[in-house]
Structures are given as C-alpha cells and as structure tokens.
C-alpha cells in the first residue's frame, strides 16, 4: 500500500501512483466516516481530490461508508462567484460530490462568496463550524507556492476565516478552469491557519511532479508564514499522503517492501 514514515512530526504515506494514494485517502475518510457517522468533515476543491472523492463516492454507493449524519465544512470559495456559477467552489462540491452521496445538502457548508457583509459572514462560518464540535477530519491539498486553502505565503499561523487576496501565481494556475486568467476572481474567502489547525486530524493529499517543490517546503524547509503549509508541523495529528513524483524530493526509498519509520529532524 505504500511506504510510512515520519518527517519532522509529521506521518507521510508515500504510494506508488497517483490513484493508489487518492484511494489511502478516501479510506482514511471513510475509516473517520465509520468510527463517528455524525462526524464534522472538512473538504477541499482542486484537481487534487477528485479521485478521492470518486473512491469515496464508489464507497458509498456500495454501503462501505454512509454521509447521511455527517457535516462538511468546505475550505475556501471564490468572491464574487453564486453558487450556481460553474467555476464556484460549491458547484465543484455539488457536482463533484454531494450530488453523488448520501448527504443532505443542508449538511454541507461552502462559504457565500456573494455575502454581502463578508467580515461578518467569515465569523459566522468560524462560529458555525464551533457549533457543531469542530472538524473532526480536515483533507487539504497544497498549491504550488506551500498555500494551503486560500492561505497565500505570508498568512501566519493565527489567522482566521476571512478575506484574501489571491497570489498572481494561484491565479495563473487556477486560470485553467477558466476560459482565461482574467476570469479568475482576485480575492476569496478562506478558513485560516488557525482554523484548519483546529481540526482534530488533518489529511494533506499532494500528486505529481509539480508539487515537489511545495512538498519539501512543507516538510523539510523552516516552519514560517513563506510557507503556509508549514504550520502543519505544528499540528499533532498530520498525515501527508503522496504519491512517488510528489515524494521524489524526499529522499525516501520508495522500493521498500515494509512500512519503515525514519526520522528526519
Ligand atoms: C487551490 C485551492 C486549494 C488547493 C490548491 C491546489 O487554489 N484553494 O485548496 O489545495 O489550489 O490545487 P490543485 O489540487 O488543483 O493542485
């Protein structure tokens, strides 16, 4: 199933392909799904889940894992998209996802990125999450710059839901969603550092050669805001799932049969 390890407190699976760790993760989602069916999940958009939530999706439908009593609490969502806007983080989660499970829509949480007070929307999606018990579970991918949700370089690790400005190098990669980088919005609303580090157990999924970069940042560079998904490290219960080209900068050996614990500090 791959190789474990730990790096700087934080466990790292490393699979051999790109579906294999999309698959580990979805398990471990459905493992949280079992052992708690009224759990709070935090989910994420991007290329990278995709494949999770396809496993996921054929979990469900096959009686494996049940949606039913769980909450989700999404991320991060574009200002100045409805909801009903194909590129909208909602419509990604409906069309992706929710349409497919058996959650109740009413159970899932994106935040408004047409909210008219946008401050006092972000304190209520902070508040809403507290109320019902915190994230239990919080997947997250990364961006090629260490951002983590909308969580640009420079966001400390205080922060909380709010409004961001989106970096040039986010837009340029997020354009291809888009008929042209100038139809990207330039700000969004994010949960923070702070937020995400509430969750009780955090899954970081990262794929392919791109992501290397951003991965060894991660994980071997200086816990700072340059990299916002450094602040994992400062977290307990972190597990970064890879696949061999996002772990090529690690120095693992990837051709061991056995699980292997090595500590790098
Ligand atoms: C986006 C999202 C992040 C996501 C990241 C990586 O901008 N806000 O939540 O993790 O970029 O995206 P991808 O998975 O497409 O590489």
Known sequence: MGVSTTINGISVLVCDTAEAASEATAKLIANQLNANPRCVLGLATGGTPLMTYQSLIAMNQSGQCSFQNATT?????????????????????????????????????????????????????????????????????????????????????????????????????????????????????????????????????????????????????EVSADVPASFLREHPAVTVVLDRDAAAGLGIDTTRKMPTEQQTT
């Open 73 to 221: 609490f999404n991320l991060d969502e574009y200002v100045g998209l409805a909801a009903d806007h194909p590129q909208s983080y909602r419509s990604f989660m409906n069309d992706n996802l929710f349409s497919k499970i058996d959650v109740p829509i009413e159970q899932t949480y994106v935040p408004d990125g047409l909210a008219d007070n946008i401050a006092e929307h972000c304190s209520q999606y902070e508040a809403m999450i507290d109320r019902h018990g915190g994230i239990d579970l919080q997947l997250l991918g990364i961006g090629h710059n260490g951002h983590i949700a909308f969580n640009e370089p420079g966001s400390d690790s205080q922060t909380k839901t709010r409004l961001v400005d989106l970096a040039g190098n986010t837009i340029e990669q997020n354009a291809r969603f888009f008929s042209s980088a100038d139809e990207v919005p330039r700000q969004a609303i994010t949960m923070g550092i702070a937020t995400i580090l509430k969750a009780k157990q955090i899954v970081l999924l990262a794929m392919g050669s791109g992501k290397v970069d951003a991965v060894n940042a991660m994980l071997l560079g």
